[in-house]
């Protein structure tokens, strides 16, 4: 099983970036997928998390600027960031909570991928 997360980069503040992250390999399906992200220095935190039934929840810090979703059908999340500030500026990881054939249900992560706002 993995996870490919792609979509970041550099932008200047108040811009917008698209995260996506697709699992693939051997399972039965996806529960829950969320977005979390480590800035230098510091714990590694939750963004936005999405259940299979679309439920959603937000950071405080993002709510109303960020956007969680999903495609089903492609096993894929989505991060949808816009009004983008310095402060968001962190390596974001995809997770994804899987019922695997092997291990049965498990959590796994995505590579990373680093976002910078300058300001």
């Known amino acids: 099983v993995q996870l490919q997360a792609s979509g970041g980069g550099l932008v200047q503040a108040g811009g917008s970036l698209r995260l996506s992250c697709a699992a693939s390999g051997s399972f039965f399906s996806i529960n829950a997928m969320g977005w979390y992200r480590q800035a230098p220095g510091k714990q590694r935190e939750l963004v936005a998390t999405?259940?299979?039934?679309?439920?959603?929840n937000y950071a405080d810090s993002v709510k109303g600027r960020f956007t969680i979703s999903r495609d089903n059908a492609k096993n894929t999340v989505y991060l949808q960031m816009n009004s983008l500030k310095p402060e968001d500026t962190a390596v974001y990881y995809c997770n994804a909570e899987l019922e695997t054939v092997v291990f049965g249900t498990k959590s796994y992560w995505g590579q990373g991928t680093l976002v910078t706002v300058s300001s």
């Open positions: 999405i259940t299979s039934r679309g439920s959603t």
